[in-house]
């Protein structure tokens, strides 16, 4: 990856915390242009707490952590899970494959690096991923290394027990966010 590449770092954000934080980092260092996709239907079925206010968390993270300008948060999976939407229907899921695509007509580029994180990179995760070999031929992939070992899914079972947020985890604008929200 160099700067003249976009950078895609798509995740759940649910919520954002501050290995994902860290991964921004770590992308930034290497590419001067950085879209953040939030996921909006999560193509393995993961409950997610509502799209408005992950996006309103991230807001607050970016903006926690003075890189708000450094960043695009584009909402296209919510765009194309609307486009695809069939009327009586559920929304469907968003595939990367499928973002990527998108992103490449709207950015006008085919210098696209997605970013995997962690969690995503590893193989036995990697090959669930729709078009997980045609992703690998058409766009860079570029994994992020896990330096901050932090998973929403415990920030949320700290949450779920009533137990205390700290700014080890999440940035304060998230906690202050986090903690007028029920689970």
Same mark, same amino acid.
């Given at each position: 990856?160099?700067?003249?590449?976009?950078?895609? *770092?798509?995740?759940?954000?649910?919520?954002? &915390?501050?290995?994902?934080?860290?991964?921004?980092?770590?992308?930034?260092?290497?590419?001067?242009?950085?879209?953040?996709?939030?996921?909006?239907? &999560?193509?393995?079925?993961?409950?997610?707490?509502? *799209?408005?206010?992950?996006?309103?968390?991230?807001?607050?993270?970016?903006?926690?952590?003075?890189?708000?300008?450094?960043?695009?948060?584009?909402?296209?999976?919510?765009?194309?899970?609307?486009?695809?939407?069939?009327?009586?229907?559920?929304?469907?899921?968003?595939?990367? *494959?499928?973002?990527?695509?998108?992103?490449?007509?709207?950015?006008?580029?085919?210098?696209?690096?997605?970013?995997?994180?962690?969690?995503?990179?590893?193989?036995?995760?990697?090959?669930?991923?729709?078009?997980?070999?045609?992703?690998?031929?058409?766009?860079?992939?570029?994994?992020?290394?896990?330096?901050?070992?932090?998973?929403?899914?415990?920030?949320?079972?700290?949450?779920?027990?009533?137990?205390?947020?700290?700014?080890?985890?999440?940035?304060?604008?998230?906690?202050?966010?986090?903690?007028?929200?029920?689970?």
């Amino acid at each position: 990856m160099n700067k003249n590449h976009i950078a895609v *770092f798509g995740s759940a954000f649910n919520p954002p &915390h501050l290995g994902h934080a860290d991964v921004i980092q770590q992308v930034l260092q290497h590419s001067s242009q950085l879209v953040l996709v939030p996921c909006f239907q &999560h193509a393995f079925a993961k409950k997610m707490m509502p *799209f408005e206010f992950r996006l309103e968390m991230l807001s607050a993270m970016l903006s926690d952590l003075n890189i708000a300008h450094l960043v695009k948060v584009s909402q296209i999976e919510r765009e194309i899970a609307h486009r695809q939407r069939r009327p009586g229907e559920a929304l469907p899921p968003v595939y990367t *494959f499928q973002v990527l695509e998108a992103l490449e007509r709207e950015l006008g580029s085919s210098q696209l690096v997605f970013v995997v994180g962690p969690d995503n990179a590893r193989p036995e995760t990697w090959s669930r991923f729709y078009k997980a070999d045609e992703i690998s031929q058409r766009w860079q992939i570029w994994p992020a290394q896990e330096r901050l070992p932090i998973r929403s899914t415990a920030i949320r079972r700290k949450l779920a027990n009533n137990e205390a947020l700290d700014t080890a985890h999440c940035t304060q604008g998230v906690i202050q966010l986090l903690k007028g929200y029920q689970l």
